[in-house]
């Protein structure tokens, strides 16, 4: 079955500085690919998302590359801020006619300070 | 235009008890999906709704069941609660139920406690 993989929290930056963080995912055909943000008491904001192999999703200041070969999605930001502390899903939805039901990751919690 | 909006966003009850959980979707979204959010298993789909029809279900015992109004609302009911559906119930619509144009909006949550 569709799986998704990313890594575990929390992340701990100091502001302006880079994130990366690395989601993998299993499986068949060629999925869309999302990262959601969730900020604490609220619902999830899509971030951006890919819906084909080498498509690159922006927003924000956030960046991830579908990248078929190596099955992964990973999300990066040049300069992090204190309001970019949330947690980060990773999910995928399989290809067209399959409906909308979202495979999610696990969740990575990341914290910036000052 | 209003959000996604779920109603109640905070409710507390009994092991045994059922309870029903509401689901308004953005004006003109057909597709309504519901996840459950817990610290041990995280999101998880629970079923979507598309234009009243149940469209995709996922692996919930058959305690979980919902239906879909002819304006898209949603409802969600759990029959004889247990502890471990203590959750953050979370609703998300979208115009249609496939196609990768199309994004989905996530409402604020219902924070079920079972105690």
């Known amino acids: 079955g569709n799986s998704v993989t990313q890594m575990e929290g929390p992340v701990t930056l100091s502001e302006e500085a880079f994130l990366t963080i690395n989601c993998t995912y299993t499986a068949t055909g060629y999925p869309s690919l999302f990262w959601y943000v969730q900020y604490p008491g609220e619902g999830l904001q899509l971030l951006l998302k890919a819906t084909k192999a080498d498509d690159k999703g922006s927003n924000k200041g956030f960046e991830a590359t579908y990248r078929k070969e190596t099955t992964s999605f990973h999300l990066e930001k040049g300069s992090v801020q204190v309001s970019d502390s949330a947690v980060y899903f990773c999910?995928?939805?399989?290809?067209?006619?399959?409906?909308?039901?979202?495979?999610f990751g696990g969740g990575t919690r990341l914290m910036v300070k000052p | 235009k209003a959000g996604v909006t779920q109603t109640p966003r905070y409710l507390i009850k009994t092991r045994g008890q059922q309870v029903t959980l509401s689901c308004s979707p953005i004006?003109?979204?057909?597709?309504v999906s519901w996840y459950q959010q817990t610290p041990g298993q995280g999101l998880q789909f629970l079923f979507e709704y598309f234009s009243e029809t149940q469209r995709n279900k996922g692996n919930f015992p058959g305690r979980f069941s919902g239906r879909q109004f002819s304006n898209s609302r949603s409802e969600m009911n759990v029959s004889t609660l247990e502890l471990g559906d203590s959750a953050l119930y979370l609703c998300a619509s979208s115009p249609r139920t496939s196609g990768t144009t199309y994004e989905q909006y996530f409402g604020p949550g219902t924070r079920l406690t079972v105690t």
């Open positions: 004006s003109g979204h057909r597709s």
């Open positions: 999910a995928l939805r399989r290809a067209n006619n399959a409906g909308n039901m979202l495979t």
